[in-house]
């Protein structure tokens, strides 16, 4: 299968920088939203419980650039407590999430004003003083990263930390990570070390483990890998993450073509109702 | 720290609320797509950009091919188009969340972007509509008899005009099904072939129902003419009525439950019953009968079709953001083999 043969690859343009986020390393800690939100100067959420688990955040937004996901493996349908533990970990699955920036992004090929651009370490980000709030980049985005701004009305999501990136920095979530589940570094050796960690959590007994965001998984459709990916233990789905997302621009095409076929029948018919009344 | 108060936080009013076994399967029901924004106005827009484009459609064609006896046709669907089309750029822009910044629509052409092609695609379609519109008007007399400008507008090639207007127009009223399509929302994605088709029919049915009602009224039309127009409608209504069938059983159970629960479905068949299979029943048992009995149900039965075109564009939108926020539809349909 030609599929297969692409588990562990990806279709990272050379110089392309980004992130491995390794979900087995989570603590959970949420320093990375801190740091984040800190660094990028993004204002708080509007606080509360909210009742699921211990994520006080809920998901990706104009406001939040990393999201802690945390998830109780409860694996009865009784609802109890599981009583024996996965080989290396509690049954908490922690999942800092944050923009994919595709190979081929569908935020960026939406963007009616080129305001969505990638950058020279191949990363994707919106320039804030061309963006006109639109809004087509949000629903064009398979993972549900960019989101309006309720205050400014414009479109926002992870920028990789570009500013620091400029400086030769790491970004401000990898820098605070205490575990190293966050990860920053160029691509390639990014998924080399991902395969090599895939497969030392397989030799401990961790066979669920698996990289998300390589060409096989996170680029059926054409975006052809995530610079940004992770190392997942359970299926996407569970992380709130598609198992197999399509990049949106590729309908476009089949569409007009099918919308045009579609005027030419209806054109016929309206020659057919109109011509040569008598 | 500034506090962004927007009453609840923005993943609560999104969370699947109504989908029960979803939100035990996903992660808390929390949505994992982002909905587009788009309310009311962007349906007002897309149904008003259909009949515009439709109605050009309609008056070229009728231009073209028609003879002298389809001028009142003419006229008419230039003038219809050119005032569906006048509001659409201001809806458009109202749409947009940093309004004053519109013109950055402008400043690229992407060929992969329905929005970006449709900007540039309502902007050529309204510099045709307008041409078409003045050229009637100086014909009209609309404009004085001897200014400069009605000479102006009697020296614009009527034929040619019109020719030019059929690309623009037909874009148009059938761009944003694309536009909707080119999306991770399950319900317009996994249509994206349909959606186009589905909006240039409705939009060519709207405009065929317009413009018979007001040539029966206003226009010194021919019965035949007027007959002619009224089968064209017949079949953009037949055409768009197997397509809604077609789009509600390609979606699937889980994809398409917004289109047959709550509100939404109460739309839904509304639209199938008295927004298409009543106007159909009417075409068909009235047909071209006098009289005045014949004539209030044609004209209940246009009224039914215009309602309609609108019920369809915000069945579709609202459908579509439902979709969006079923975290199964979207698992379903990022699952490989349940693509279109």
Redesign the interface.
Known sequence: MAADLRVGTTGARPGAMGFLTDTTLCIGCKACEVACKQWNQL??????F?G??Y?NT??L?A?TWRHV?F?ERIDDHTGRRPVKLQPFQSNWLMLSDVCKHCVYA?CM???????IIRTEFDTVVIQQD???????C??????????????????HKCTLCYDRLKDGLEPACAKACPTDAIQFGPVPQLMERARKRVEELHQQGVTSAYIYGDRAVGG??GIEGLNAFFILTAPP??????????L??R??L???L??A???LA??L???R?????? | MMTVDTGVRRWEHRRARSVGEAAATSYYGVPPIHKAHWRWSVALYFFLGGLAGASGVIASFARLFGGREARPLVRLARYLSFIAILPAPFLLIYDLGRPERFHHMLRVVKFRSPMSLGVWGLIAASATATLNAFRQAADDGMLGQRTPLAALGRRLPDRAIAALSVGPSFFLSGYTGVLLGATAVPLWAKNALLLGPLFLCSALSNACAALSVLLRRLGPASLPLIHRLERLERVALVSELILLVALEQQSGPVIARPLRTGRLGRVRNALLSAGLALPISVHLLVGQRRGRLPEALRHIATLFVLASGFALRILILFAGHASADDPEATFVFNRRGSRP
């Not at chain 1, 309006?148 to 009305?153: A, V």
């Not at chain 1, 109702?273 to 008598?278: H, S, T, Y």
């Open positions: 204002p708080m959420d509007n606080f509360g909210t699921m688990s994520d809920g998901d937004g406001t996901a998830i569908g090929e939406a963007c009616p004003t080129g305001a061309i963006c006109n709030g639109c809004g087509y949000v629903p064009a985005c398979p993972f549900g990263v960019p989101e309006l701004s309720l205050t400014d009305r414009k479109a059926t459709g789905e569970v992380y709130n993450l598609p198992a197999q997302p399509e949106p621009q309908r476009v089949p569409a007009f099918s919308t076929a579609a005027a209806l054109g018919a309206a020659w109702a109109l011509r040569g009344v008598k």
